[in-house]
Structure formats: structure tokens, C-alpha cells
């Protein structure tokens, strides 16, 4: 019998384009490394908040450096990031509390769907996220309506809580939980260093047996 799977927690936020880029390499090696990935939908503004960091849009030079680093990095990694030209003064004050409650709903009541809704948010206005994952009009209302529940708001608000206590600044980050040591990795960068932490092969962002398709 082969040795059992190491885990793996992504901790992400729609908003967050660095957090799709970790989201989409971990989807493709996922069946490749000896791992099993759990996806944590977490709220970035609660972990900016608890840790006094600023998303780099409020820093001028840091947002001009963001765009051409997800430009460059969208490009190597394959994944198609597209900055709406609102998305600083519109999509940062707008935030994404509900959609991360959204995906959280999804985790807790359609855990099978929650990386392509996911994957949609970030693709698509998520109001056509889940129907263009597979979702039912039914499933997705039911899930919209839960969306201001206590038992969505409180899963959403512990998992970020979680985030923090592995040391979170900003996200994504992932968590490797290697026999009894718990590594904690921040950025969509150190999946090379998370390979050599796992003992397992790297082979680029994008490893020959994966089509992205996206």
C-alpha cells in the first residue's frame, strides 16, 4: 500500500488574483503529488484587519507593481487574469464578503462543486458563477439564501480565524501538515519550495500530463 496522502490547505479569497494563481497550480498537481488539498474559502479583509497589513492597492507603487507582476505571471503560469479597469476603486471597496460567504455555503453544503464555483468567481461575475459550474438555479438560490445564515457567517469568520493563528499577513497562503511540523507558505511562488517539503518532484507550473484549459 502506498503512504497516505499529506495534507494540504489552501486558504484564499476571490479577491485576491495571487490566490488564484496558487489555486490553479495546486488544482493541476493535486493528482500528481502524493497529497490531498483542502480548499478553505477565507476572507483577506479579516486577515489584513487581525495582522495591520494594507492590500497593495493602497500603496501607489505597490498597485503599479501588482499589475505588471500578475500581467508577467498569468502569462508563465497559464492562467488567464484580466484587471477590470475598476477593480481598485470599485473592487476593493466593494470587497468580497458575500462571495466568500458564498463559496463557504458551497463548501459546506455542495463540497464536491466548491473548486469549480471557485474557478467561476474568479473567471465570471459570480452571479453566473455557480450556474456556469454545474449548479442548479434551485441549488444556487438555496445557497445565496444562506448566505447571511449564522452558521455561514460564523464557518467563514473560523476559517479565517485559522488562517491567522498559522501566522497569515495576507493570502493565499498554504498550509502543509508534514507528520509533526506544520509548515505555513505565503504567495503563489513557493510551490517549488513546497515540493521539496513534500519530497515530491516539481515540474513547472504547468506539468506535462495537465492541460489547463481554461
Same mark, same amino acid.
Given at each position: 500500500?502506498?503512504?497516505?496522502?499529506?495534507? @494540504?490547505?489552501?486558504?484564499?479569497?476571490?479577491?485576491?488574483?495571487?490566490?488564484?494563481?496558487?489555486?490553479?497550480?495546486?488544482?493541476?498537481?493535486?493528482?500528481?503529488?502524493?497529497?490531498?488539498?483542502?480548499?478553505?474559502?477565507?476572507l483577506? &479583509?479579516?486577515?489584513?484587519?487581525? %495582522? &495591520?497589513n494594507?492590500p497593495?492597492?493602497?500603496?501607489?507603487?505597490?498597485?503599479?507593481?501588482?499589475r505588471?507582476?500578475?500581467?508577467?505571471? %498569468?502569462?508563465? @503560469?497559464q492562467?488567464?487574469?484580466h484587471?477590470?479597469?475598476?477593480?481598485?476603486?470599485?473592487?476593493?471597496?466593494? &470587497?468580497?464578503?458575500?462571495?466568500?460567504?458564498?463559496?463557504t455555503?458551497?463548501?459546506?453544503? !455542495?463540497?464536491?462543486?466548491?473548486?469549480?464555483?471557485?474557478?467561476?468567481?474568479?473567471?465570471?461575475?459570480?452571479?453566473?458563477?455557480?450556474?456556469?459550474?454545474?449548479m442548479?438555479?434551485?441549488?444556487?438560490?438555496?445557497?445565496?439564501?444562506?448566505? %447571511?445564515?449564522?452558521?455561514?457567517?460564523?464557518?467563514?469568520?473560523?476559517?479565517?480565524?485559522?488562517?491567522c493563528?498559522?501566522?497569515?499577513?495576507? *493570502?493565499?497562503?498554504?498550509?502543509? !501538515?508534514? !507528520?509533526?511540523?506544520? !509548515?505555513?507558505?505565503?504567495? %503563489?511562488?513557493?510551490?517549488?519550495? *513546497?515540493?521539496?517539503?513534500?519530497?515530491?518532484k516539481?515540474? &513547472?507550473?504547468v506539468?506535462?500530463?495537465?492541460?489547463?484549459?481554461?
Amino acid at each position: 500500500m502506498g503512504s497516505v496522502p499529506r495534507t @494540504l490547505e489552501l486558504f484564499y479569497d476571490v479577491l485576491s488574483p495571487y490566490s488564484w494563481l496558487a489555486f490553479e497550480v495546486l488544482c493541476r498537481y493535486k493528482n500528481i503529488w502524493n497529497v490531498s488539498l483542502q480548499l478553505q474559502p477565507t476572507l483577506i &479583509g479579516g486577515i489584513m484587519r487581525d %495582522s &495591520g497589513n494594507q492590500p497593495p492597492a493602497m500603496l501607489p507603487r505597490k498597485a503599479v507593481y501588482m499589475r505588471s507582476d500578475v500581467r508577467l505571471l %498569468s502569462q508563465h @503560469l497559464q492562467v488567464p487574469i484580466h484587471f477590470p479597469k475598476d477593480f481598485f476603486s470599485v473592487i476593493l471597496k466593494k &470587497g468580497s464578503l458575500t462571495a466568500m460567504r458564498f463559496l463557504t455555503a458551497v463548501k459546506m453544503e !455542495h463540497p464536491e462543486m466548491l473548486e469549480k464555483v471557485s474557478r467561476e468567481l474568479w473567471m465570471r461575475v459570480w452571479s453566473r458563477a455557480a450556474e456556469k459550474a454545474g449548479m442548479s438555479i434551485e441549488q444556487a438560490q438555496e445557497l445565496l439564501k444562506r448566505v %447571511s445564515t449564522p452558521q455561514v457567517k460564523n464557518q467563514l469568520k473560523e476559517t479565517t480565524e485559522a488562517a491567522c493563528k498559522y501566522g497569515a499577513f495576507g *493570502l493565499p497562503i498554504t498550509v502543509a !501538515h508534514l !507528520h509533526d511540523e506544520t !509548515h505555513m507558505l505565503f504567495g %503563489s511562488d513557493r510551490m517549488e519550495l *513546497l515540493a521539496y517539503l513534500l519530497g515530491e518532484k516539481w515540474m &513547472g507550473p504547468v506539468p506535462p500530463a495537465v492541460n489547463p484549459r481554461l
